[in-house]
């Protein structure tokens, strides 16, 4: 074997020694990130239902649940993030009171998506609508735009955050429907912590979903309803 | 004192002048640098008034800035030499108001660092995408027609660089406008009347900046205006002034007619504390109805009173945003008609909104820019308008 084979021997185990050194790390993180390798489908459309008639006055629960599990700090300063919050309605008219979650609604034509001027608010292709924390310049126009309040802006340098769910100073941040736990095949944070089982989530498109049947039995409302923005959170009892 | 020539002074009033205007600028960046390190908690602003003051000043900027082009319009488009002698002189100012109004809608970004996102991400439903593109097509459209003025050789151009900032301005403030009517969500915005509401108060706030500034350049030359073009032009300012009382209270009656928009009149007009108060005395009394008087009573109208008309007008300008942008923001968004709402997030709620000083300097700094780019320019090139023998036409 000449001098020639073995330097290029050489070069090509260096080479390929430099590429994996360089892709395993991505690898090992893309495990640690619990990614997925293939993309979300537009044949399903997560929503939720919420029966504002098992919802009870003073029960924090859902908002608890999606505090913990998202790394917020539960305060409830002007500058706080609020990704839900609980909202008490009583019926000028005959006095009827209720109680009941109010979050980003995941609508099908969200205006904090038509307004962002980077593209940071998304809507995935399975209808959950988010913010790109990388693009997000912290204009604020979605907030503007959310007919629901929805949306929080980071007022303060964070620490103690969730690997699963990275938030940012400077930018704005809304209800993920906890992507990180549907996309691992589990439901998000505040319909697994309700008591009274009030917040149903599911695929609005499966017929054979148990929030698609409930959808065809009872009577359902969406909020703001007459903006056209056919949201994917449903509200019974209002 | 008295051994030195009038010109020693001038020299050093200048470089006071741009000492004073550097020092503004100078701590509006150091606010800017706070609210970096420290994120907006520093602001005053929160998730309910999520635009305050800096916007009350960048949004001001932007229309007078596109508004102050009117006075080159009507030379150029509209062949009034009257107007076509301050051409140069509103470029400027517009080139000066667009830089100082955007530097602070920029910097009080929550991610200042990322503008160039803005760039590179472009998202076509967007307005303040659009916006992106028209106010730099401003800026160079702008330049080229000071170019087609300023240098003989261009001068056969200027007829149709004016006409093309004449229809571009237009299109800017109607997308400034837009920025607020496809709010639908807001019972405050979400109106087609408010883009050409804000090209009909652009016009007034850009023709008051151009008074003040000509005042001064006149005095500072120690020259003195002709009274025959000072009547011409507060006649146009008290027209302007009334154009936009009339879009104001359009854009206000249609609200009180519509049944699910009187609260938020009553909020705006009468009950909501400093919001009714800035509106009627701020805007309506100084800001239009002072001026008015000082335009066309008898025996006023002189040079003062114009001058002081015109920094009326612009304290109203600023009233009327604040009324506009951080009203509408305070008052609650209707979720639940019919209900009474109450939330931890402020739902059916009066949202509170104290400005901070860092905001302030934010928004002063703009000021700065504006100020310190028509000062150098002033200085450094010839921008005192030079009339003919006045004739009417």
């Given at each position: 074997m000449n001098e020639i084979d073995i330097q290029r021997r050489g070069f090509l185990k260096t080479t390929l020694g430099a590429a994996a050194v360089a892709v395993a790390p991505g690898m090992l993180l893309f495990q640690v990130a619990h990614g997925k390798s293939e993309g979300v489908s537009s044949k399903v459309r997560w929503g939720m239902l919420i029966d504002t008639t098992q919802c009870k006055e003073g029960c924090n629960d859902c908002v608890t649940a999606c505090n913990r599990e998202n790394g917020l700090s539960g305060e409830t300063k002007a500058t706080d993030s609020q990704w839900i919050r609980k909202i008490e309605i009583k019926?000028?008219?005959?006095?009827r009171e209720l109680s009941l979650p109010m979050m980003?609604?995941?609508?099908?034509?969200?205006p904090c998506v038509d307004v962002c001027p980077t593209a940071a608010s998304f809507k995935r292709a399975d209808g959950i609508v988010l913010v790109d924390k990388h693009r997000?310049?912290?204009?604020?126009y979605c907030m503007m735009a959310c007919p629901y309040k929805a949306r929080s802006f980071v007022h303060e340098p964070l620490t103690d955050q969730n690997p699963d769910v990275p938030r940012g100073k400077g930018t704005v941040e809304s209800c993920t429907l906890c992507v990180h736990r549907i996309d691992q095949g589990l439901k998000p944070a505040c319909s697994e912590a309700c008591p009274n089982k009030a917040i149903v989530f599911g695929d609005?498109?499966?017929?054979?979903s148990e929030i698609a049947q409930k959808l065809r039995s009872v009577a359902s409302t969406q909020v703001r309803a007459e903006l056209g923005l056919n949201t994917g959170i449903r509200y019974q009892g209002l | 004192m008295s051994s030195h020539p009038p010109m020693y002074f001038k020299n050093h009033l200048y470089w006071v002048l741009l000492a004073a205007g550097g020092l503004v600028a100078a701590a509006g960046m150091y606010a800017v640098h706070m609210m970096e390190h420290?994120?907006?908690?520093?602001?005053?602003?929160n998730n309910q008034i999520v635009w305050g003051i800096p916007h009350v000043f960048a949004i001001f900027l932007i229309v007078a800035a596109s508004g102050v082009l009117n006075v080159a319009s009507i030379g150029?488009?509209?062949?009034?030499a009257v107007y076509k002698a301050r051409a140069p002189l509103a470029s400027l100012l517009s080139i000066a108001m667009l830089a100082g109004g955007l530097t602070v809608l920029m910097l009080d970004l929550?991610?200042?660092?990322?503008?160039?996102v803005a760039a590179t991400n472009y998202?076509?439903?967007s307005v303040f995408a659009w916006n992106v593109v028209l106010y730099s097509g401003m800026f160079s459209l702008v330049i080229v027609y000071l170019w087609t003025m300023m240098e003989r050789r261009m001068n056969p151009y200027n007829k149709a660089a004016g006409l093309a900032v004449f229809v571009w301005r237009f299109v800017l403030t109607t997308g400034t406008g837009l920025i607020f009517?496809?709010?639908?969500?807001?019972q405050a915005y979400g109106s087609a009347i408010l883009p050409p509401m804000f090209i009909v108060l652009s016009f007034a706030w850009g023709l008051a900046v151009f008074h003040m500034v000509q005042t001064v350049i006149y005095a500072w030359n120690e020259k003195s205006l002709n009274p025959d073009i000072l009547r011409r032009k507060k006649n146009l300012l008290g027209v302007f002034l009334l154009g936009s009382l009339y879009m104001v209270a359009t854009y206000h009656l249609t609200n009180l007619y519509f049944a699910h928009q009187s609260a938020f009149e009553h909020f705006i007009l009468r009950d909501g504390g400093i919001y009714p108060n800035l509106f009627w005395?701020?805007?309506?009394?100084?800001?239009n109805l002072l001026p008015l008087a000082l335009i066309?009573?008898?025996?006023?109208?002189k040079e003062r009173c114009v001058m002081a008309a015109s920094l009326l007008v612009i304290l109203g300008g600023f009233a009327l945003l604040y009324v506009f942008i951080i009203g509408g923001q305070a008052f609650p968004l209707?979720?639940?008609?019919g209900f009474d709402v109450s939330s931890s997030?402020?739902?059916?709620q009066i949202a509170d909104y104290q400005p901070s000083l860092y905001e302030l300097l934010l928004g002063f700094g703009g000021l700065a820019i504006a100020f310190i780019i028509t000062t150098v320019s002033v200085r450094v090139l010839n921008f005192m308008p030079q009339d003919k023998p006045y004739i009417a036409d």
């Open positions: 019926d000028v008219s005959n006095g980003c609604q995941h609508c099908e034509h969200p997000c310049i912290g204009c604020r609005l498109n499966d017929a054979n | 420290h994120g907006h908690i520093i602001s005053g602003m150029s488009v509209f062949g009034k929550g991610r200042p660092d990322r503008i160039i998202n076509i439903t009517a496809f709010l639908t969500a807001r005395w701020g805007y309506v009394v100084l800001g066309y009573l008898p025996g006023l109208g209707n979720l639940f008609p997030f402020g739902d059916g």
